[in-house]
Structure formats: C-alpha cells, structure tokens
C-alpha cells in the first residue's frame, strides 16, 4: 500500500489562483488518478484528514467531494477501514423473480454466505399488510438475512409470510435452503406471479450496519410481491442491495 510521503510527492496540482473552484479541481484530481489506474479498484485511498494535509484544503470541501463521489459509486466507504476505490466490475444478476440471486452467483463461481439475522413472528407492519391484503392483527413470519459474496456483504433480504398460511416455517431452515423453495415444498407455496419495484433509497442505519456502509449512501431497494397461480399474495419481500457492487438486469420477450 502507498505511503503517505508517496502520496505527497505524486499530488501537488491544486493551482490556487485557478478560476476553477477547489473542489472541482479536487475532484478531477482523484477521478484522474482512478481512471488511470494509479488508484486501483477496491484500493484504500488517503483518508480525509491526509487529503486535508495534502491538500491544503477545508474539511468541508474534502469531505463533500469524497462525498460526491461515493454517491455516484466511484468510491465506497467501509466504517471503521477506510474509503476505497469502487470493484471494477459490479456484479450483475436478473431480478430474483426469474431466478433466486444465490443460484444465479452461485452457478457463476461466487462464495456465497447468508447469515440469519432475526425470525420472528410479528404483527404485520402496514406496507406488509396492505401489500399482502391481509386483516388488521393479522401475524407473520418475518425473516431477515444478510447475504454475503466471497465474504462482504452484498444485500439485506427481508420476507414477510403470513403465518397462518406457513405454520412452522420458523422451525424450518431459511438459511441452507432457498426461501422460495421451502415455501413451494413444503407448503405448496409456488411462486406465479411478480409484483415489483426497484428505486434508489437511501442506507438507514441498520441497513448500513450490515453493509459496511455510512448511513445515507445510496442502495438499492428491490420490493416484491409474490402470488400463486390462483391469486394469493403469499410473500412480501425486500431486498436492499449496495448500489456499488450490484447491477439488476431485466430482460422481457413478448409472446
């Protein structure tokens, strides 16, 4: 890893009499220095306090453009490590309605952990509700797991069944197995049709925990509506993915 004396000694092109504010000037700086590959990806890159001393420059106008460019996923921030360039490549999937995300990464050579992080059987919260059509009071099984890829974490998956339509899932393993499959075996519980919404959200507290990242950063949020063939809305699903590592693909044929 590079010195801070090598990183002083490479870095000295703030021009302070420049009509280009400081920041832009900061900013073309590092882009230039990821983009010629002198700064790697998933390299540790100088803190913000050894930008400050490199640079001369304000905190504020440091941290706004690491900012800047951890919102835009050129770089991403571990807590407690450091802020790093971005992977090259981000890993890329089809939505889990055509094919579970473990299988797919899986098939294509990737680690692939999932650590349970809670089960429960709960009251089910409004947009669970509403989204499932279920009565007021109305029980479910509510599972959270983190899933993690060649060891980091990748995404936070939360589903929501009703509990009178799955007794005894809690007792069951949501982990070695795929959710859906023990749904469908077990319970007869077969995935039909989709009902899904992707946007850009920002990381809440809890969600930037498990996934190494500040709170605010931007992920991904995948939320899904799963049905029978007959109709009935039987999970409720969502899935926050970190915006830097994870591509979704969604591909359609018109029959």
Not at 48 to 62: A, F, K
Request: hydrophobic share 40%.
């Amino acid at each position: 890893m590079n010195s801070l004396r090598e990183w002083v000694i490479v870095i000295d092109d703030i021009e302070r009499g420049s009509a280009v504010p400081l920041y832009q000037q900061l900013e073309t700086i590092l882009r230039a220095r990821i983009d010629s590959g002198e700064w790697a990806p998933s390299q540790r890159i100088p803190s913000e306090n050894e930008l400050n001393r490199i640079y001369g420059l304000s905190r504020m106008t440091v941290r706004g453009v690491l900012n800047k460019l951890t919102s835009e996923g050129v770089l991403t921030r571990a807590p407690g490590k450091g802020t790093y360039v971005a992977p090259a490549d981000k890993i890329s999937a089809v939505s889990p309605a055509y094919r579970g995300i473990r299988e797919q990464l899986e098939v294509r050579g990737y680690a692939i952990t999932t650590k349970l992080i809670s089960l429960t059987e709960q009251v089910a919260p409004e947009p669970v509700r509403e989204g499932l059509g279920l009565a007021d009071g109305e029980e479910v099984v509510a599972i959270t797991r983190l899933r993690l890829v060649d060891g980091e974490p990748l995404s936070v998956h939360r589903s929501f069944v009703p509990a009178r339509l799955a007794p005894g899932l809690g007792d069951l393993d949501v982990v070695g197995e795929q959710l859906c499959v023990v749904l469908e075996d077990t319970f007869g519980l077969a995935m039909h049709d989709v009902a899904e919404n992707l946007e850009a959200v920002a990381a809440g507290s809890t969600d930037a925990e498990h996934l190494h990242l500040g709170k605010g950063q931007p992920v991904l949020q995948l939320t899904d509506v799963i049905s029978d063939a007959g109709g009935l809305a039987f999970e409720y699903s969502t899935i926050v993915f970190r915006g830097d590592r994870m591509r979704l693909r969604f591909d359609y044929s018109r029959v």
